[in-house]
Nanobody, 125 residues
């Protein structure tokens, strides 16, 4: 089992920045590709981005490309999501995810082995 706990959510103005963290415990963190998903009110959960096991590869949804950056620190068992130039439509609950599959497969949404409980990000005008 892998436990994932997100933090760093909150209220931010449009155009601002926020950094989310996801701390993992349990099995060896570096054995998993990691990713972020989000779910806006009334919408389905959607893929945000993913990062490879060593952290050398990343993959993003078109809606966040160029604004969001995923990174990981395997020594700290933590994955991060740096969000810049936030827009109103980025408001959502953000979920951390871990996968035994290759990181690009996480975009399908069905290659996820573990989920965090989420952290709320609210972007205001």
């Amino acid at each position: 089992q892998v436990q994932l706990v997100e933090s760093g959510g909150g209220l931010v103005q449009a155009g601002g920045s926020l950094r989310l963290s996801c701390a993992a415990s349990g099995r060896t963190f570096s054995n998993y590709a990691m990713g972020w998903f989000r779910q806006a009110p009334g919408k389905e959960r959607e893929f945000v981005g993913a990062i490879s096991r060593p952290g050398s590869g990343t993959y993003y949804a078109d809606s966040v490309k160029g604004r969001f950056t995923i990174s990981r620190d395997n020594a700290k068992n933590t994955v991060y999501l740096q969000m810049n130039s936030l827009k109103l439509e980025d408001t959502a609950v953000y979920y951390c995810a871990a996968s035994n599959d290759v990181f690009v497969a996480m975009a399908r949404g069905n290659a996820i082995n573990y989920w965090g409980k989420g952290t709320l990000v609210t972007v205001s005008a």
